[in-house]
């Protein structure tokens, strides 16, 4: 087993050393913080192999407030399957039947103008969202960051220890004790592997259908078994593996951010004026701070806490970086260490460019005008649409075989058609296809032109549909149908018969 290489974070240290000379201090950032890093990624050794990450926990508002939000989010993703609305789960995506159901709303593949404004509703409020507040997808509402810091590393640290221990054995060869830890946590990570594998899959499926498949031999529905192996195989690799990797290699969201956000977007923000130069104190030092003496160090007292804590291992005094996921745990481990040395908290905080730079912040600004209105009109044409969608949808096209059209002895002329009607209610309702023009047509099933049909189904019936000879000029004559249960239910459709020229 490859053994991982330790994290590139310091070796935590208290943060009392000794004090630095006495100097006036400067309010401008030291050269050190516009440097750029060594490593190009925060995730790799310099040499290019994978540099593992083990993140210590800080304890703090920040934490508990995503605990919330990131345990409410998981119990959202693991109940909407189950949560019947409208006779169906809150959200089913049936791509096999080509049906979408959302809260009680069910989209068709042939929705496409309502599916494309959903796309573009969720993009635009993405963009929206990441001008206002930064990278709070990432850090507060993305699965990969919620299962990892919620689910999968407590469980880590619930087995194996610390993160100190944990990096401290994985530099070692394993002994029995390590391997049956190991062994544990992997167990468990199956295990939960396993629960996200089927809630994901009973999206597409509902826990109905998936619970018969579960209890089914795997030969009857091999398919869905395959699916399920390679799920729960893809979350093992992610969760167990990868990791941060997905944020920092393969999310292109990262590698966008920087035209989404300005100088006004909320980010976590490290104050160099307020913290430069940084440095560690003694025990003489911090008196001399409380006495009120006059000394050269900034607030931050370079105990490297905000860098052990992060998931992604950067150092967010070097600035906004790409790795960052405002996870926010860099604010509460140095707010806990301002405390400890008698600062104020706020070193690190959740706030903008301009706002620590003590620049004038404006909240209302040209682009989220822009955003804002683009949503709102991609909204309003989604829900006027919705409001005007009727209980059935239908259409008509003149299959590809056999002649165009047929001259009867009676003096009239036949074409042959094929109709699709769909019930789009919440309820059975039996349909019926009229024509309107040209006066005096008739339409002839072939077959039984049963068009009675249960809440989704989608029937197709062919016709031959019947002219007089006389509607027919230069070899064609526009026609128009209806299709409609009786009552509010009605779609009007047109097309072009053909016959004879006279």
Do not use: F
């Given at each position: 087993m490859q053994t991982p290489s330790p994290s590139s974070a310091p070796t935590p240290e208290p943060p009392t050393p000794e004090t630095q000379p006495a100097e006036p201090r400067a309010h401008a950032a030291p050269s050190n913080v516009l440097e750029a890093p060594e490593e190009v990624l925060t995730t790799l050794q310099k040499d290019g192999r994978r540099r593992w990450m083990y993140p210590v926990l800080s304890l703090g508002s920040w934490l508990t407030r995503r605990r919330v939000v990131g345990y409410l989010l998981i119990a959202i993703f693991m109940l909407l399957p189950i949560i019947p609305v409208g006779g169906y789960p809150a959200i089913l995506l049936d791509v096999l039947h080509r049906r979408f159901h959302f809260f009680g709303l069910t989209l068709f593949a042939n929705d496409t103008v309502l599916l494309m404004l959903f796309g573009i509703g969720v993009l635009v409020s993405v963009v929206l969202v990441t001008a206002l507040l930064g990278r709070a997808w990432c850090g507060w509402a993305c699965p990969q960051t919620v299962y990892m810091e919620l689910v999968f590393r407590p469980i880590e640290a619930l087995v194996e220890g610390p993160a100190s221990r944990r990096q401290r054995q994985d530099g070692q060869e394993l002994e029995i004790d390590g391997l049956m830890k190991k062994g544990l946590k992997y167990g468990l990570f199956l295990l939960v592997a396993l629960v996200l594998a089927h809630t994901f899959v009973a999206y597409f499926v509902s826990w109905g259908d998936l619970l018969t498949f579960m209890t089914s031999s795997p030969s009857e529905h091999w398919g869905y078994f395959v699916m399920m192996a390679g799920v729960t195989a893809l979350i093992m690799f992610d969760f167990a593996y990868f990791r941060e990797q997905m944020c920092t290699l393969a999310c292109p969201y990262a590698r966008i951010q920087s035209v989404l956000l300005d100088?006004?977007?909320?980010?976590?923000?490290?104050?160099?004026?307020?913290?430069?130069?940084?440095?560690?104190?003694?025990?003489?030092?911090?008196?001399?701070?409380e006495g009120g003496a006059k000394i050269a160090l900034g607030d931050c007292v370079d105990c490297g806490?905000?860098?052990?804590?992060?998931?992604?291992?950067?150092?967010?005094?070097?600035?906004?970086?790409?790795?960052?996921?405002?996870?926010?745990?860099?604010?509460?481990?140095?707010?806990?260490?301002?405390?400890?040395?008698?600062?104020?908290?706020?070193?690190?905080?959740?706030?903008?460019?301009?706002?620590i730079e003590q620049q004038p912040r404006r909240v209302f600004r040209p682009r989220l005008a822009i955003y804002v209105v683009v949503l709102s009109v991609v909204l309003s044409v989604f829900g006027w649409l919705i409001i005007g969608r009727s209980a059935v949808d239908a259409g008509v096209v003149r299959p590809n075989n056999g002649a165009p059209f047929m001259e009867l002895p009676e003096g009239q002329v036949a074409n042959r058609l094929r109709f699709r009607v769909q019930n789009r209610s919440g309820e059975e309702a039996t349909f019926r296809i009229e024509a309107l023009e040209p006066a005096g047509t008739e339409i002839k099933y072939i077959g039984s032109g049963d068009l009675s049909l249960e809440p989704s189904e989608m029937v197709h019936v062919d016709a031959w549909v019947v002219a007089p000879a006389a509607a027919f000029h230069s070899g064609s004559t526009p026609a128009r149908f209806r299709v409609t249960d009786g009552g509010e239910a009605n779609v009007e459709l047109s097309f072009k018969l053909l016959g004879p020229s006279r």
């Open positions: 100088r006004d977007s909320l980010i976590v923000s490290y104050d160099p004026a307020r913290g430069e130069p940084r440095g560690r104190r003694s025990a003489k030092a911090r008196k001399e701070e806490a905000c860098v052990r804590t992060c998931p992604t291992g950067i150092d967010i005094r070097d600035g906004l970086q790409m790795e960052c996921i405002n996870c926010m745990q860099c604010i509460d481990a140095c707010d806990a260490i301002m405390l400890k040395v008698n600062k104020p908290v706020g070193l690190i905080r959740y706030s903008s460019l301009n706002a």
